[in-house]
């Protein structure tokens, strides 16, 4: 019970982490283009956000899948082969916010 408690509390506060990353993003995605509504055409305003928001996803999936390799080293030595499934899982979740920011967008 309390190594699932343990990847429960990793987990929640990842998310919490995200949450507040993305928010912050989007305030300051407004925010650019509110100031440069005059110089950039929308098409330009909207690739240079979403081209921050490319970055930041990236970023995450390659500390989440660092994140998982060491929980999946860590709960394969305490658990066994049930946490080394739960490391594998968070690797491949990683691994689709990376290559999704890759492929969006183009």
Avoid: W
């Avoid at 982490?17 to 928010?23: F, M, P, S, Y």
């Amino acid at each position: 019970v309390i190594p699932f408690t343990l990847i429960f509390i990793i987990i929640f506060s990842i998310y919490l982490g995200k949450k507040a990353k993305e928010r912050t993003l989007s305030q300051k995605g407004k925010i650019g283009k509110r100031q440069k509504k005059e110089s950039y055409q929308t098409e330009e305003r909207e690739s240079v956000y979403y081209s921050e928001i490319d970055k930041f996803r990236k970023k995450r999936g390659i500390t989440t899948m660092c994140i998982a390799l060491g929980i999946t080293i860590l709960l394969g030595i305490v658990v066994g082969y049930a946490g080394i499934i739960v490391g594998v899982i968070l690797f491949f979740v990683g691994l689709g916010h990376y290559l999704s920011s890759k492929n969006r967008h183009k």
